[in-house]
């Protein structure tokens, strides 16, 4: 499979070993990953703001990728950014829509992988991004669980898994939300920090070493609360503990 | 102007209170998941309450008449108000002509929302809340800050405090138990004094021309049984078609709000009991033009269950006095930019967009999905601060161009490892966060190292 | 006029006609209502008697609360008369015409009640109920309560003692109304 990397504009400036992790990880599995450098964003932070006119990202992202059979993209938030935003906001797109996916949902759903190359000893917590969640439905939500519909299973924690002995630790309220939320971030900043501080202290109370996440964008948030306060906690974006240490 | 930021802002000064205001609201979206569990059909259950809420705003105009002249022939007394205004002077009105110098009232988030009792004190009747939360926060002069449990955001401190200084009862005695005795033993002599009973509505079903009053506490029934004039305020949303859509919607009511499987009380009334009159007041107050927007017309659907506002982080951390509105929460944040851009604008971007507010809502409101269409109207509009705009200018012209992109990161990298500490000084990022390291390179510069 | 204001804003806002769904059928129970109900109502605070002996059950209900007050039995029809004082009552003894398990809820009229605050101020309320009267759920339930709606300007579903959790979420019983609820069945 000819795969096109879609790097989330702030991985690429801010935490590169989320991406590099990424593309180590598909080439593993054998296939072939390019990264489209006219790609720059997919224009999630303008959108949120309220932004309806999207024209020029729509035009930037289907000439970077249209040529790929698969975009596989290291971040939940951006992937339902281009499933469910991008057909409300143009007709653009719409084939490359449909092919692209966020990295756990890829390796699970389309590659079904059986076994990962990372290795892992510390106690692992990990931090739900509600756009995976609830948007992508990447796993189960708390809100709907139960015998009602068939719920789908947490693509990372089943990736988790398949680290020989590896160490899951289940915080309290497993899915609230980490209070990032973008601009949220730096509007709402009261709200935004006691909302982190809370995901930190469930993640602490069951004696988390590692705090994963689809989303490094929430784990920007948490560690910044983490580094500020110095708490024993580090952070590291699924990519990373999936690819280990591959070349 | 203080929105909603500014607001959290100052509830979140006393700890204290963010933690139980956490905690009490927590406690009632676990109760509903509980409960939620129980019924095998709930899924099932909110598309058909979905369904009848849509078919019913598409034919609004035939089930208000329907209803109207149903509830005329049982003998109620039928009126209609525009706005909060006449609703007000149509309750005045009424209360004048039975003469009545005091008047209890039941929690109704539509009296609220018209301001009715500081209305009415002005007019000298004083109003008695009969809800125990409404009325300890009466006593506080304070607002409800959650549709269903008004007093959400008070320890048993606190109340017993307001209790002991307005009730005379013992300040140093908290149990909860103690506490809603001193409340309901004063209540019940006002109930029974009272000749007018207000009331809202749950629910007011077109075929049978009656309505749906829903409490635990017995206060509507106590108070209705006990008085001569029942007056009860509905918005022109709270109509349902038939008898036999009636209990979709209390099977999800309870659950969604409490995590019991119903009210303790569902009171139906279709007429006057023998020697007294009913009244029922058909508010529009801008409820008719919500229904004009398309884009936002779902909001009415909106059973008052509050497990919008109990699951969202930024109610149980902000404190529902920060939307300074009748109805705070996810719910709160649609319906109310709708009656004041300018006041409410910031209320949609109180929000980080996780979702769970939808995924709890029992008429599939998709709450979230609300917020960011009312980000792109207030934007298109003009009603967004010139912060947020020049903010989006900027992230506009970095973001499109790969030039401009690479320099901007580039620099940004570049301050953050030099200058880390000014530069968290600069934002409000800063504050209580530090900002992430500083890679060497782009993934970018790395991916045209190691890779091409 | 309002009325017309109101309306014709209505109509000129509306959204296109949306089909009205049929009424709600909800999901076939094999198992016992009657297991389901006193299940449920023991959660929801009320108290289960199977009564052989009616007038048996019932005396040994109301005995205890013989201090608060005389008790009235609204089961039979010459009590409406005494039903209008506003004595405080210890026990309200009243047919349940309707039972529902999901909700371990009664539906009770006002047919023997000239105020019907009884089944509200009462410090107990006694409901009698037959095994016949007991329905899954509240669907069944309201095709049963329909004939007493069309016939009765109040009635309603009492489903436990009176209740608040408006103080800290802890749950507090008999707030305003009862602080005792029980359900008799009478099997004979």
Not at chain 1, 27 to 39: K, L, T, W
Not at chain 1, 199 to 226: E, F, N, P, Y
Request: hydrophobic letters at 40%; aromatic letters at 6%; glycine letters at 6%.
């Amino acid at each position: 499979m000819n795969i096109g990397l879609f790097v989330p504009c702030f991985i690429d400036q801010l935490h590169p070993p989320a991406a590099i992790a990424t593309l180590r990880l598909l080439e593993h599995y054998g296939h072939s990953v390019a990264y489209p450098e006219s790609q720059v964003c997919c224009g999630q932070p303008v959108i949120n703001a309220g932004q309806s006119d999207i024209a020029e990202y729509a035009a930037r992202f289907e000439t970077s990728f249209e040529q790929y059979d698969a975009i596989v993209c290291p971040s939940a938030s951006c992937v339902a950014t281009i499933r469910h935003l991008y057909p409300q906001l143009t007709s653009r797109c719409a084939a490359v829509v449909e092919k692209t996916y966020e990295l756990c949902e890829f390796l699970v759903d389309k590659l079904a992988v059986a076994s990962v190359p990372g290795r892992c000893g510390d106690r692992i917590a990990v931090h739900q991004s509600c756009h995976g969640l609830r948007e992508l439905r990447l796993g189960p939500a708390s809100e709907l669980l139960g015998e009602h519909l068939p719920q789908p299973t947490d693509r990372l924690k089943q990736l988790l898994g398949m680290i020989p002995d590896v160490q899951l630790v289940t915080p309290a309220r497993p899915d609230e939300c980490c209070g990032f939320g973008g601009m949220f971030s730096v509007v709402e900043e009261t709200v935004s920090c006691l909302s982190g501080n809370a995901r930190l202290k469930a993640c602490l109370d069951v004696k988390a070493d590692i705090v994963t996440a689809t989303d490094w964008s929430c784990l920007m948030h948490l560690q910044g609360l983490a580094q500020r306060q110095k708490l024993p906690l580090r952070f590291q974006h699924a990519a990373e503990i999936l690819a280990g240490d591959l070349p | 102007m203080k929105g909603h930021p500014e607001r959290a802002a100052e509830f979140a000064k006393d700890a204290t209170r963010v933690e139980t205001t956490d905690r009490n609201m927590w406690t009632a979206r676990s109760s509903r998941d509980r409960a939620r569990a129980a019924v095998p059909d709930w899924e099932e259950l909110r598309t058909a309450a979905s369904t009848i809420k849509a078919h019913t705003m598409s034919r609004l105009d035939h089930y208000l008449t329907q209803f109207a002249d149903s509830a005329t022939a049982n003998g109620i007394h039928v009126h209609w108000a525009k706005d909060a205004e006449e609703h007000n002077q149509i309750v005045l009105k009424l209360l004048r002509e039975a003469e009545v110098t005091e008047v209890v009232k039941s929690k109704s988030m539509l009296t609220e929302e018209c301001e009715l009792n500081p209305f009415l004190e002005r007019n000298g009747i004083p109003v008695i809340d009969t809800d125990l939360g409404e009325r300890v926060v009466q006593l506080r002069e304070e607002a409800p800050s959650h549709i269903v449990t008004p007093a959400i955001h008070l320890n048993r401190g606190q109340i017993a405090q307001t209790l002991a200084e307005h009730l005379r009862s013992d300040p140093d005695n908290d149990d909860p138990h103690y506490l809603t005795s001193v409340v309901s033993k004063d209540l019940r002599g006002r109930i029974h004094r009272s000749k007018v009973a207000l009331t809202g509505v749950n629910y007011a079903v077109a075929e049978l021309g009656g309505i749906v009053i829903c409490t635990n506490e017995g206060n509507v029934d106590l108070a209705v049984a006990t008085s001569d004039i029942h007056i009860a305020s509905m918005g022109i949303e709270k109509i349902i078609p038939r008898l036999a859509d009636l209990p979709v919607f209390l099977r999800l009511l309870a659950r969604s709000a409490t995590g019991m499987p119903s009210t303790i009380y569902t009171s139906h009334f279709t007429g006057p009991r023998q020697d007294s009159t009913m009244h029922v007041i058909i508010v529009d107050n801008g409820r008719s033009q919500l229904l004009a927007d398309e884009d936002h017309r779902e909001a009415l659907h909106c059973i008052r269950c509050g497990a919008c506002a109990n699951t969202c982080h930024v109610t149980r951390r902000g404190g529902g006095h920060a939307y300074d509105f009748s109805t705070s929460g996810p719910i709160g944040s649609i319906v109310a930019p709708a009656r004041d851009h300018d006041r409410y604008g910031s209320l949609p971007f109180a929000c980080t967009l996780c979702g769970s507010c939808s995924d709890v809502c029992p008429v599939r409101i998709p709450l979230h999905r609300l917020h960011l269409s009312w980000r792109r109207r207030l934007l298109s509009q003009g009603h967004v601060s010139a912060d947020k705009r020049r903010l989006l200018a900027q992230m506009n012209m970095v973001l499109r161009t790969p030039q401009r992109y690479r320099l901007a990161g580039k620099a940004l990298r570049t301050a953050l490892r030099i200058a880390p500490g000014l530069l968290a000084r600069l934002s409000p990022w800063g504050k209580q966060r530090d900002l992430p390291p500083a890679p060497p390179e782009s993934f970018r510069d790395w991916y045209r190292k190691h890779r091409k | 006029m309002s009325r017309d204001a109101v309306l014709n804003a209505v109509r000129a806002g509306k959204p296109p006609k949306l089909p009205l769904p049929p009424p709600y059928s909800a999901p076939e129970r094999a198992d016992d209502p009657v297991a389901e109900f006193a299940r449920i109502l023991t959660i929801v605070g009320g108290h289960w008697h199977v009564a052989t002996d009616l007038a048996t059950t019932l005396a040994e209900i109301t005995g205890p609360l013989a201090e608060h007050g005389p008790v009235l039995d609204c089961t039979s029809a010459e009590t409406s008369e005494v039903a209008k004082s506003a004595t405080p009552r210890s026990a309200v003894i009243v047919d349940g015409r309707v039972g529902v398990a999901e909700m371990g809820a009664v539906w009770v009229g006002p047919t023997l009640l000239a105020r019907s605050y009884l089944p509200v101020v009462c410090h107990a309320l006694v409901v009698v109920i037959t095994r016949e009267a007991i329905v899954h759920s509240l669907h069944e339930g309201y095709a049963r309560a329909a004939q007493y709606l069309e016939d009765e300007p109040y009635g309603m579903w009492i489903a436990g003692p009176s209740k608040t959790a408006d103080i800290e979420k802890t749950l507090v019983i008999g707030a305003q109304g009862t602080a005792a609820h029980h359900i008799v069945l009478k099997t004979c």
